[in-house]
């Protein structure tokens, strides 16, 4: 695995600094490039960078603009983006190089959330994560791989019971991709917690560190033969505990950090607002995804002064996005 060069690490940094991001925003298949072309457009966006499923690039714009954003699902600050990590039979080094990947660079991690907090309005809310909640960065490697070690020895010999039982734990992975990130942490809470109670420590989470947070993992290809996003989830969840002293909340967090592995890219990133930009606070009955309406509407090429008839409107959808985009008239009908 090749970590980012420095010169891409010190230009990140310069450009948070300056009040600039990276952002990268899902979006439903198919809609990719209308996603695209909107943040050139509506944000003044560089370094545009389309793949299956999520637009990246980089703006200058304020959280009311992005909140603008009408082709995309989710929006999220960007934290890492690489290659594939490498996948191979030995599921304890799997998680190390993981979580190395997550954790790596303390410093850079606590200047994205600073971005974060600013962003997202938090500043005052939460003691500073970069000074009361911070934990020593350096850690002895040896002492990391041997909890790493210890821990999936202990899953290791549960999975090996029997044949059935490894065959339940791909079908749970396959499954864990269609379950909301809500269904996912109640299920992963109580493993979350386990491995302090079994080693008998006390718990790092505790009620001087303030700033909560949750780990949603999505688990796709080759990485999800060997590792579910539950071991996953669990082990950079613990990880970051050690790291900078943040409790874990898997119900209302202050922060989730969102990681994706498939065989295209591995991500890392922080939504910036909890509710998805698809949600419309306009649209009282869902009908049509939103996302694809404002797509459809776009497509019509409205002008100025316009009249938009949608003869078989069912909820109106279409037309609200058009009303609500381009102010013009529109009518429709069952």
């Known amino acids: 695995r090749q970590a980012p060069g420095p010169a891409l690490r010190a230009a990140g940094r310069t450009k948070m600094a300056a009040g600039g ?32 499923g999520k637009v990246f690039f980089s703006t200058e714009a304020e959280p009311s603009e992005l909140r603008r954003l009408r082709a995309g699902e989710r929006l999220f600050l960007l934290l890492k983006k690489h290659t594939p990590l490498a996948v ?28 974060w907090r600013n962003l997202h309005g938090c500043e005052g809310k939460k003691e500073d994560v970069s000074q009361a909640n911070r934990l020593p960065l350096k850690r ?27 065959v339940e734990a791909g079908e749970r992975c396959v ?41 949603s993992c999505r688990c796709s290809g080759a990485m999800a033969k060997v590792l579910t996003s539950q071991e996953i989830g669990r082990a950079v969840g613990i990880a970051l505990m050690k790291q900078f002293g943040w409790r874990a909340d898997l119900r209302d967090p202050d922060l989730e950090i969102f990681i994706h592995l498939n065989d295209i890219h591995s991500v890392v990133g922080i939504p910036l607002f909890r509710l998805p930009l698809a949600n419309r606070e306009y649209i009282k009955t869902a009908g049509l995804r939103s996302t694809v309406a404002w797509a459809m509407a776009s ?36």
């Open 21 to 52: 991001g990276r952002y990268f925003c899902t979006a439903g298949r198919g809609l990719e490039p209308f996603l695209a072309r909107e943040v050139r457009e509506r944000l003044s966006a560089t370094e545009v960078d389309c793949i299956s």
């Open 88 to 115: 191979s039979g030995n599921k304890g080094k799997m998680l190390h190089d993981i979580k190395c990947f997550v954790i790596e660079e303390p410093e850079y991690w606590l200047d994205v959330v600073s971005v």
């Open 175 to 215: 499954e864990s991709e269609r379950k909301s990130d809500q269904d996912y942490w109640t299920e992963s809470k109580a493993s979350l917690e386990e491995p302090s109670r079994i080693r008998g420590e006390k718990p790092i989470a505790n009620e001087q560190c303030s700033f909560s947070f949750r780990v």
């Open 299 to 334: 497509l019509a090429g409205i002008s100025v002064s316009a009249c938009v008839l949608d003869p078989m409107c069912g909820l109106g959808t279409i037309l609200l996005e058009a009303a609500k985009e381009w102010p013009v008239s529109v009518r429709g009908g069952t």
């Open 140 to 166: 002895k490697a040896e002492e990391e791989t041997t909890t790493v070690t210890k821990r999936q020895e202990t899953e290791q010999a549960r999975e090996t019971l029997s044949e059935e039982c490894q």
